[in-house]
């Protein structure tokens, strides 16, 4: 039988990689603000963003959607915010009569107006349902924003503004993401602050 670590090695462990893979952002600085840049200008010209992701990548999504809908930390007017990954109707629609590799191009054709921009989540970069998605925005002229992972996948250099995290472990990448998350929404709500 294998020896197990002991439980309270591991949390350290974890803490420790985590640590390293969010310090690691801070080489990354320019492509967060590059990607601030779009969202803020996305929502300055009136412009809504839509979010879509798979499995965590989907909480992160709906995170980054209800923020620009709600707030983040400060009372702001409403933006607008959409996450594709939230109907459970749609989906399932979408997923039953076109596949699931169209969930989320459908609706970007259905929501999507030029000058709106999605933001997609992908730990791997390689889902083909996110890849639809941003050729879809792309034929409707908008901008679009990737925090991916593991080398950025099929999604690399797709996007007008990304972010790869130097990770390949799934949890690490996440948490990475909701770091440059969090970023992201403190750069709109000091644009549009009251």
Known sequence: MKKREPVSRMIRAGIRESA???????????????????????????GSVLTAGNGGSAAEAMHMAEELSGRYRSNRRALPGVALCSDGTALT?????FGYDSVFSRQVEALGRPGDMLVVFSTSGNSPCLVRAVESARRRKM????LLGRGGGALAGQ????????????????EAHQVVLHLLLEAVEEAFGE
């Open 159 to 174: 996007a007008d503004a990304e972010l790869i995290v130097g990770s390949a472990a799934t949890a690490r990448i996440q």
């Open 93 to 97: 629609c979408i997923a039953n009569d």
């Open 143 to 146: 901008r679009v924003a990737a």
């Open 20 to 46: 390293g893979v969010v310090e690691g952002l801070a080489k990354e600085a320019g492509a967060i603000e590059a990607m601030a840049g779009l969202l803020v200008a996305t929502l300055r010209r009136g």
